[in-house]
Every structure is written in C-alpha cells, then in structure tokens.
C-alpha cells in the first residue's frame, strides 16, 4: 500500500517558551506546516552553493522551519549546536553560510563580536534574518553597519502556534527606513513588517473589537498556517477563525505592525497602560547600559509599579538616580522604574528569549 498521509494528522508537538508561564504543547499538523512552507518558499529555488546556518534548537519552532524551508528550497543546512558569538563568525565564513536565522540577543552578541574584531570579512553572506522577541532599535542600526552592504535583512515575526513566520518586515523596508529622514518611516525599522500573504492580522481591544491605527491593543490573526491547539486543552481560535496571540501591539497607517510585548506584560500603573519594551528600549540607549528588563510588580498605591533590573557594562558604572532622569528626559516621569535593581545577567531560556516571569518574581521578592 502506497504511503499515505492525512493532513490533519499531528506533524509535530513543540513546546512553547514558557516565559510568561507554564509551557503548552502546541499541536501543529501537517496542513498548517506545509502552508506555511508552501506560501513562503519556492521549491527548489536556492543556487548550488546556498548554505543555511541553524543555530536555533530543533525544538523551537524556528529551528523546525529552518529546516524544512531550507530542504524544501534546495539550501546546504549547517549547523551550531551550541552558540556562541565568535564560534558563529567562524562557522559562517568557513563554511561559505549564505542565510542565517537568530534572535536579537545572539545578533547584540555577533555585533559586539564583530565589533571588537574591527570589521571580519563575511562575503558569503547574504541575508539574516531575525526574530523570536523584540529587536532594540540600537542593536538592528549597529548591526546594519557592522556586516557586509551586501547583507540583506529581515526582520520575521511568528509563534510557535502559527507555525512561524506571520509578518516580515523585508531587506527593502531595512534600507528605506534606515535611509530616511522622516520619523514615521525611519520608525518602521522597529517594526516586525506587514503580513504575509495569506495570513490576516487585527488588533483588537479587551472587549475583542478591532481598533484603528496607532491603537494599541492584543494582535489577533487568521490564515491556514495557523494551529491555536494545545494538546489536552483545545484550540484557542474562535469562532471567527481568529487566533489571539497574546502578543500586544499595533499597526500604522501603512500595517507595518509594531510590538508591545506579551499583553500579560503589559504594566497597569494607577489605571495607565505602560509597554516595558518602549522603556526598556530608552534604558538601553544610556551608554553604561548592556542590558536590561522592565516588569510590573504589585504596589499598594498605583496597583503596580515600574521595576527594572539593569546589566551594566564592563567597566562603566552608573546609579539607579541617573538611569531614572534618563528615562524622564525621554519618556514621561510615570514611566521612570520606580524601583531598580542591578544584576550581573539575565535569566533567558534556550531560544534567547527573555524569562520575564522570572525577573518579575526577582524583583517583587525584592521589594516585598
């Protein structure tokens, strides 16, 4: 009997990153895989000496499209199991990589490396692209200038019940918002892009109606790559086909879509919506800062306060009091962190992703 396989049959459960909470298991079958793949890449479509760099686990859903993207094009897969900022360099220019995949804290880590290398030679290179969490606008600038003109980037947005990429924000939109000298389109390079075709996208408030540009609410999407299962426990997506993702944002006039963090992030001061990212994004701006993470902890007075925990660079000092008045001369005085910690490092997971729930609990057992 020839093989046969139904596409609503399971392909493959992955875990999700835990860092708000407990980790689910997302079920994705092979009808949303293979959509994905289908509206995305062309089969057969890479050159001979095409050659893909995966340094994302296999367990991640980044790690799982890499891969089947890059069989599926035609693309030579090489692989770093464990990263490391200059092992990647390495690998990239002794293997002839052509397309890379990382998270913004591995391509913070690359420039830096790059950086203190004075410019290493990656001509092979031609395109990175990038996703898995919100990208500082300093860090994407700095890295734009530290790889070779020839490098395309691409900024993609997508989850694990999605069965990856929903948005992207292409190596053309780089260029044009890095060139240009108005705000609304230089913005855009914080942006994770517009949406795929296929794929339909909405932000809706708390009551679940969409709003309008420039209004901030939980970004919704359709399409039939999208799964919203979890194993034991149904699917997320409602009756109108739309799956929440519990990410907050909103989009432009043009739909390029910005992130705001988990909507669980989201910190609620004296009835104010505050973005972490939009503070953690001024902080990291101070010279002295090498990284940072914002939360909400409980207060008896506002329901919640601003807390940060701060990473500071080797050799540079600075004091809770400074970093304070930064974010006042930038933002406004209620967004200044109230309470400030100073940590040696971050806790992330696997896939660079920020524990946030874990720097939560730090810093409210701190201020308890």
Request: hydrophobic content about 40%; proline content about 6%; some cysteine.
């Amino acid at each position: 009997t020839p093989w046969s396989m139904d596409p609503d049959d399971i392909a493959v459960l992955l875990f999700t990153s835990g860092t708000t909470g407990p980790p689910k298991a997302a079920v994705l079958r092979h009808k949303h895989i293979v959509s994905y793949i289908l509206g995305t890449v062309e089969f057969g479509s890479a050159p001979e000496e095409a050659a893909a760099l995966s340094c994302v686990p296999p367990y991640h859903i980044a790690g799982v499209s890499a891969i089947a993207s890059s069989l599926y094009s035609g693309r030579r897969i090489v692989q770093l199991s464990n990263f490391d900022a200059d092992a990647w360099i390495d690998l990239v220019r002794d293997e002839g990589v052509t397309n890379a995949f990382v998270v913004p804290t591995m391509l913070a880590r690359i420039v830096e490396a790059l950086e203190k290398r004075g410019g290493v030679g990656l001509p092979s290179l031609r395109a990175i692209s990038y996703g898995g969490g919100k990208m500082p606008l300093s860090v994407i600038e700095r890295a734009m200038r530290s790889f070779p003109p020839h490098t395309d980037f691409t900024n993609a947005y997508g989850l694990t019940e999605t069965s990856s990429t929903l948005t992207v924000l292409g190596p053309e939109d780089h260029r044009t918002a890095a060139a240009s000298e108005v705000t609304e389109v230089r913005q855009r390079l914080a942006s994770v892009g517009r949406a795929l075709p296929g794929i339909e996208l909405e932000i809706r408030d708390a009551d679940g109606k969409p709003v309008g540009p420039r209004e901030r609410g939980e970004i919704c999407v359709r399409g039939e790559q999208v799964s919203g299962e979890y194993l034991g426990k149904g699917t997320r997506v409602g009756s109108d086909g739309f799956f929440p993702t519990r990410d907050a944002g909103w989009i432009d006039e043009e739909n390029y879509l910005f992130l705001e963090g988990r909507a669980d992030d989201i910190i609620v001061r004296g009835g104010e919506n505050m973005s972490p990212g939009e503070i953690e994004d001024v902080l990291l701006e101070h010279p002295s800062v090498a990284d940072c993470a914002v939360v909400g902890v409980p207060d008896e007075q506002w329901g919640e306060a601003v807390a940060a925990a701060i990473v500071v660079k080797p050799g540079e000092s600075v004091g809770a009091d400074e970093l304070r008045e930064f974010v006042k001369q930038r933002l406004r005085s209620s967004r200044a962190p109230q309470h400030i910690a100073f940590r040696a490092e971050l806790p992330y997971n696997e896939t660079g992703k920020l524990l946030r729930r874990v720097v939560r609990e730090d810093l409210t057992e701190g201020n308890s």
